[in-house]
């Protein structure tokens, strides 16, 4: 029979076989995580603010040099994940890389969808102008 000790003592259960795993994932895509948010906002701003130029018909060049520093600094955050990816290869099916690298997507469609309407405009303008 079992004491009163033993049955108060809290029950240790054996870990998960992919909680190593998953932690790895978690603490490998901390920082792109945490710039994700501030990225998907600025990015969404600017394409608003670019939206509105266009549909004015204006253009401003400092919106293209902001959406070339947004799109150098996600592409420079997915190729070191890419990099980190590659000495962990165990991890690339994981369910939060998988979701990281899609939004790393989504983030960079936006900003060539921003950078297209951008330099039509300014390249509509410099048509434009009188020479």
Not at 85 to 104: I, M, Q, W
Request: with cysteine; net charge positive; hydrophobic share 45%.
């Amino acid at each position: 029979m079992l004491d009163q000790e033993t049955l108060d003592r809290p029950r240790r259960r054996a870990p998960r076989a992919d909680l190593a795993q998953t932690r790895a994932a978690k603490s490998l895509l901390l920082p792109v995580v945490r710039q994700l948010p501030n990225w998907q906002l600025q990015v969404a701003s600017l394409r608003a603010v670019v939206n509105r130029a266009a549909l004015r018909g204006q253009s401003d060049l400092s919106n293209i040099a902001n959406i070339e520093r947004l799109d150098g600094l996600v592409a420079a955050a997915r190729s070191d994940l890419e990099l980190k990816l590659s000495e962990h290869p165990e991890l690339c099916s994981n369910g939060r890389v998988l979701d990281v690298r899609r939004a790393l997507d989504q983030l960079a469609i936006t900003i060539s969808r921003a950078r297209f309407l951008a330099s039509e405009r300014s390249l509509s303008d410099a048509a434009n102008q009188p020479k």
